[in-house]
């Protein structure tokens, strides 16, 4: 707590003057993330000890949970939940001496990705896609599927987002 401290006396920015905020966007503490250059939508919530990189967009009412990091080229749309950890990439070839083009990555509305997951660079996961946890995402992910594991696969495909919430709701039932 005292280094953090002095980070923040020194003047250090963890949330840029360049980052653009939507309405009513949730930082779970303002001296506990870095942000830089992104852009995050109305009633979203950033989570302790998340990174997020210049050019990348979180969209409207979305979840990311503490450690998880988002870099250039990250395209996250409405209504999408990031677990605790979750990695995207954005260079399929990082070197230290190459300046590369960033692979743009994106993230469509409804889709939740699980915790520690990693997302490799240049996938499109689908609307209401779920991760799950730990999986390793190498190739874009149908909408309203199930994928796991390391490459992940999919375990389950629905037509719709109703199925797929019926499907959630028999196995994990919500609170009353």
């Known amino acids: 707590m005292q280094r953090l401290n002095l980070i923040l006396e020194a003047?250090?920015?963890?949330?840029?003057?360049?980052?653009?905020?939507?309405?009513?966007?949730?930082?779970f503490d303002r001296g506990l993330v870095n942000l830089f250059g992104c852009e995050i939508g109305?009633?979203?919530?950033?989570?302790p000890f998340v990174e997020i990189t210049r050019g990348s967009v979180v969209g409207n009412r979305c979840k990311i949970e503490s450690h998880a990091f988002i870099c250039d080229s990250v395209t996250i749309e409405d209504d999408v939940f990031v677990g605790h950890?979750?990695?995207?990439?954005?260079?399929l070839y990082p070197k230290n001496e190459r300046r590369v083009r960033y692979i743009p990555t994106r993230v469509c509305k409804g889709a939740s990705?699980?915790?520690?997951?990693?997302?490799?660079a240049g996938v499109v996961i689908g609307e209401h896609a779920i991760i799950g946890?730990?999986?390793v995402v190498t190739k874009d992910v149908p909408a309203f599927s199930i994928v796991a594991g390391n490459?992940?696969?999919?375990?389950?495909?629905?037509?719709?987002?109703?199925?797929?919430?019926?499907?959630?709701?028999?196995r994990q039932p919500l609170r009353e």
Request: proline share 3%; with cysteine.
């Open 11 to 27: 003047g250090c920015k963890v949330v840029d003057d360049d980052v653009k905020l939507g309405k009513n966007v949730a930082i």
């Open 42 to 47: 109305d009633g979203s919530f950033i989570g």
């Open 85 to 91: 950890g979750a990695m995207f990439t954005n260079d």
């Open 113 to 120: 990705i699980g915790t520690n997951a990693t997302i490799v």
């Open 133 to 135: 946890a730990g999986a």
């Open 151 to 170: 490459p992940a696969k999919v375990l389950r495909q629905f037509p719709d987002a109703k199925s797929l919430v019926a499907y959630m709701s028999e």
